[in-house]
């Protein structure tokens, strides 16, 4: 009877050891994780910030696109009515809002590059916080004595 006690209590201790160290393993991943989560969400912040900062550098250079294409229209056909010094006077301007609208162009179309690999980025990082969550609430459904959610 002692020797089935003594058997006992051995095998009791070993489980015990073993949840042990199970319970200090995942509490090892658990960290891990959650630390991975929040740098996770400070990336997504920060791609969020550039987000917003380039949506509103678009903003303006729409609205510049807008008046300088309004401006070379003003200025890209002068009525015959006008002397002729003062329509090449115009010719010239229109040419320069050209050149003006042009470069804008370029820049918008930039911007508007960076908008969207920003959003691309965004949306993978997204991805990884999600797929680091669900590994956090798997290991939470593995430690002994908890339940799911």
Known sequence: ASN?????LVTEVRALRTELAQIASASVRSQLLVTRIQLQEQRLMHLDRQRT????????VELARTGMASQVK???NPSNQIP???R???????AEFKAQLQTIQ??????RAE???LLNAISSEQARWSDF???LDELERALPGTTAR
Not at 4 to 8: G, I, K, N, T
Not at 53 to 60: F, N, P
Not at 106 to 111: K, Q, T, V
Request: proline share 0%; no cysteine.
């Open 4 to 8: 089935d006690a003594v058997a006992a």
């Open 53 to 60: 900062e380039v949506s509103a550098k678009l903003s303006q």
């Open 74 to 76: 003003r200025f890209e």
């Open 84 to 86: 002729e010094k003062e």
């Open 88 to 94: 090449r006077e115009m010719e010239t301007m229109g």
């Open 106 to 111: 370029a820049s918008e179309a930039s911007l």
């Open 115 to 117: 908008q969207d690999a």
């Open 133 to 135: 969550n669900n590994r």
